[in-house]
């Protein structure tokens, strides 16, 4: 049964930090690109950040040098360290996996709440 499972969202400060993970159940094989989305009320869903497989990372302006996304191959896991976090970052975050196929999976989402 493909899943994956997400973590570490919760309610924080301005200027706090939060970690999200996300971690993909073992039947999903071939495991290219990991990435992390959001999506705030009545606004689209968008990319917060994404890796490749050897590490090559993206990611969107608003975020850059606040956050910072990693992956364990080994445990096909995806992390996203969120600091000096801000009020417009508020949103539900998911996780996604593409695999070789060119398939995509996504996560449940986790509520990210940063009050001023």
């Known amino acids: 049964q493909v899943q994956l499972v997400e973590s570490g969202g919760g309610l924080v400060q301005a200027g706090g930090s939060l970690r999200l993970s996300c971690a993909a159940s073992r039947s999903i094989f071939g495991i290219t690109v990991m990435g992390w989305y959001r999506q705030a009320p009545g606004k689209q869903r968008e990319l917060v950040a994404i890796?490749?497989?050897?590490?090559?990372?993206n990611y969107a302006e608003s975020v850059k040098g606040r956050f910072t996304i990693s992956r364990d191959n080994a445990k096909n896991t995806v992390y996203l360290q969120m600091n000096s976090l801000k009020p417009e970052d508020t949103a539900v975050y998911y996780c996604?996996?593409?695999?070789?196929?060119?398939?995509?999976?996504w996560g449940q989402g986790t509520q990210v709440t940063v009050s001023s």
């Open positions: 890796i490749a497989r050897g590490g090559a990372t």
């Open positions: 996604k996996v593409v695999v070789i196929s060119g398939a995509s999976y």
